[in-house]
């Protein structure tokens, strides 16, 4: 009994070694670990078709970064490609219906002709699939340099009406009218989303963006769908804020907003502006999603196609791509392969060895994509 008590008694007597670390002080670098697993249904394992168009510019370099990515983690999707251009007169059929079958597609950027010409094939995906709602995410990575810290504003935006319903007509020679339509039924259904995703990922404040003080009708009912909707989130703190007011605010003070809904021009207007503070379009995921389907594709809509000297040097930045795919994983209910993707590519930036032009870097397309997989875990 005395031989077995002393190692004890030395054991009791010695100074206490440190306290090992909680999940509340994680060690530096460590990624903290789930308390409770994700129990998946019975076949949510089966592998998911993904309609992928690559586009126009820089489309099929960043969405071949994703194809690598998706190949290297062994993700449960698969692509059906289709081509498509911007200088098409229309979606072909077979593309939209493959969206209809999958439900959920990714896309590069499709070019959109300035003045005359055809009709932007964006809007006709949208208004063919009622893709009412497109959401951008802007928000500090870490280890990327901006004028601003703190922000994480999600820009969410009215989709398929307003300034973009595509009602234009010439009334005499050299005046033209353009219609901007604003209805109850599509203003309270984004507020209704809004305040949905607020409440769904613990955002404390809603504000919608508005002219209400010069179209008095038009922003004025859409002020009032988000009044009325706002009623029912007591717990959501909501505000108004006008358009030429709010773009002098997120560049002075971004850090004060939180969820934004918007009519459809402002959320354009207002999604770049983040997108530009927050360390600008090439990092910024964003989607655009409606009742049954879903398109996921770079957040901030300005230089989204690139232009010829970045993709003939393969320059392009393929973080916001990637981003937004985490998004469409999360969509399609694989949580574990978006942790990881996003986790690799937020490593990646905070180390800073390999970015691309945009982000003060040199690097390739190929040598981003290449340095993601590896930080996979």
Known sequence: MARRS????????????PPSPT????LAGAVPRRTVTYMPRPGDGAPRGVTLIPGDGIGPLVTGAVRQVMEAMHAPVYFETYE???DMPAVPPEVIESIRRNKVCLKGG??????GGVSSLNMQ???ELDLYAALVNCFNLPGLPTRHDNVDIVVIRENTEGEYSGLEHEVVPGVVESLKVITKFCSERIAKYAFEYAYLNNRKKVTAVHKANIMKLADGLFLESCREVAKKYPGIQYNEIIVDNCCMQLVAKPEQFDVMVTPNLYGNLVANVAAGIAGGTGVMPGGNVGQDHAIFEQGASAGNVGN?????KKRANPVALLLSSAMMLRHLQ????ADRLETAVKRVIAEGKYRTKDLGGTSTTQEVTDAVIAKLD
Do not use: D, Q, Y
Request: zero cysteines; proline letters at 19%.
């Open 84 to 86: 498509v251009r911007g």
């Open 6 to 17: 002393t190692p004890l008694l030395r054991r009791l007597l010695a100074p206490s070694p």
């Open 308 to 312: 010829e000297n970045i993709v003939a």
């Open 110 to 115: 499709l070019a959109t002709p300035v003045g």
């Open 125 to 127: 995906l949208r208004k």
């Open 23 to 26: 999940p509340s002080t994680p």
């Open 334 to 337: 694989f949580p574990s392969f």
